[in-house]
């Protein structure tokens, strides 16, 4: 409960930090947001307006006063490309992302744990090998590149899968490819600490102990060296759910799947500046609480962690 109440209590300074990383990077572009939304050929009198009524006339700590009392209010601005408030925007696309990272967890977990105990139990056989080599792929290929392949090979050539959008209305099968994109660039990194944190565990002492009161392999292996090595790999899976954020950028564009990650690439593209803010504020939240679920998860399966 210490924890929990810790990450809450620095949540509010971390989006603050945010915050202000983010209006100091709008500030410091050379492209006026007036710009975006005015031709260049413009008097100085209509650019001027157009600045005043944005607040840009201002100074900075009272530009970022506003800012910040905007986003305590729930106002993340009007999106200049949509000109539609990024707040709606963001509740469209959230449910997309929010699935997206949730199969693609599902799909690593399911190859992650048959592949990580039978590569330990089988430890230096020719299935060690193939996962192995299953585990380089699959942390090396980039995800944007396996999507492409995905795409020309299963959606282009032999029509199996929808090759883009998500569906009207939204549906399993066009969720497919793009969580197994995901799913099996996690499973890759996961995969490989299950199978180092297995091989650890069933060196040590109370395994051996196990052994000489006569307990049988499969036992040992599941439940008494899977138990700590689960911590480990829960950890993993937690960091690269929250690394995953840039790669569901890359996956949503080539995909054409709408989502936060596909409006922050709108937002870079157009430099659309509330659209970027808010993309990037409602990414890293879901990041802190993904972290927060990680730490909870822990100190449920490890108990020794609860008296660190």
Same mark, same amino acid.
């Given at each position: 409960?210490?924890?929990?109440?810790?990450?809450?209590?620095? $949540?509010? *300074? +971390? %989006? /603050?930090? @945010?915050?202000?990383?983010?209006?100091?990077? #709008?500030?410091? &572009?050379?492209?006026?947001?007036?710009?975006?939304?005015?031709?260049?050929?413009?008097?100085?009198?209509?650019?001027?307006?157009?600045?005043?009524?944005?607040?840009?006339?201002?100074?900075?700590?009272?530009?970022?006063?506003?800012?910040?009392?905007?986003?305590?209010?729930?106002?993340?601005?009007?999106?200049?490309?949509?000109?539609?408030?990024?707040?709606?925007?963001?509740?469209?696309?959230?449910?997309?992302?929010?699935?997206?990272?949730?199969?693609?967890?599902?799909?690593?977990?399911?190859?992650?744990?048959?592949?990580?105990?039978?590569?330990?139990?089988?430890?230096?056989?020719?299935?060690?090998?193939?996962?192995?080599?299953?585990?380089?792929?699959?942390?090396?290929?980039?995800?944007?590149? $396996?999507? *492409? +392949? %995905? /795409?020309? @090979?299963?959606?282009?050539?032999?029509?199996? #899968?929808?090759? &883009?959008?998500?569906?009207?209305?939204?549906?399993?099968?066009?969720?497919?490819?793009?969580?197994?994109?995901?799913?099996?660039?996690?499973?890759?990194?996961?995969?490989?600490?299950?199978?180092?944190?297995?091989?650890?565990?069933?060196?040590?002492?109370?395994?051996?102990?196990?052994?000489?009161?006569?307990?049988?392999?499969?036992?040992?292996?599941?439940?008494?060296?899977?138990?700590?090595?689960?911590?480990?790999?829960?950890?993993?899976?937690?960091?690269?759910?929250?690394?995953?954020?840039?790669?569901?950028?890359?996956?949503?564009?080539?995909?054409?799947?709408?989502?936060?990650?596909?409006?922050?690439?709108?937002?870079?593209?157009?430099?659309?500046?509330?659209?970027?803010?808010?993309?990037? $504020?409602?990414?890293?939240?879901?990041?802190?609480?993904?972290?927060?679920?990680?730490? #909870?998860?822990?100190?449920?399966?490890?108990?020794?962690?609860?008296?660190?």
């Amino acid at each position: 409960m210490g924890l929990i109440l810790k990450r809450i209590m620095l $949540l509010p *300074i +971390v %989006l /603050i930090g @945010v915050a202000l990383v983010l209006f100091a990077v #709008i500030h410091l &572009s050379p492209i006026s947001p007036a710009q975006l939304l005015i031709a260049d050929y413009v008097t100085p009198e209509v650019r001027a307006n157009i600045e005043a009524k944005l607040g840009l006339d201002k100074p900075l700590p009272i530009q970022f006063g506003h800012y910040v009392l905007g986003l305590v209010q729930g106002d993340l601005g009007d999106s200049f490309r949509y000109r539609t408030p990024v707040l709606n925007l963001l509740i469209d696309a959230l449910p997309s992302s929010m699935a997206l990272i949730g199969a693609s967890l599902v799909i690593a977990i399911i190859i992650t744990l048959p592949l990580g105990f039978l590569a330990a139990r089988f430890k230096n056989s020719w299935i060690d090998a193939l996962i192995r080599g299953f585990v380089v792929c699959g942390v090396s290929i980039p995800t944007f590149y $396996l999507g *492409i +392949v %995905l /795409i020309l @090979v299963f959606g282009f050539y032999l029509g199996l #899968i929808p090759i &883009s959008g998500r569906g009207e209305p939204p549906d399993l099968w066009h969720l497919i490819a793009p969580a197994l994109v995901l799913g099996i660039n996690t499973a890759g990194s996961s995969t490989r600490v299950l199978r180092a944190s297995l091989m650890d565990s069933l060196n040590e002492d109370y395994i051996r102990a196990a052994r000489a009161r006569g307990i049988s392999e499969l036992p040992i292996l599941l439940k008494l060296a899977g138990r700590n090595a689960l911590v480990s790999t829960i950890t993993v899976l937690g960091t690269d759910a929250a690394g995953m954020i840039g790669s569901v950028i890359l996956v949503e564009t080539v995909f054409a799947r709408p989502g936060v990650g596909q409006l922050l690439f709108i937002g870079l593209k157009y430099h659309d500046f509330p659209l970027i803010s808010g993309a990037i $504020l409602a990414l890293l939240i879901f990041v802190i609480a993904v972290n927060a679920l990680v730490d #909870i998860l822990h100190l449920v399966i490890d108990p020794r962690a609860r008296h660190i």
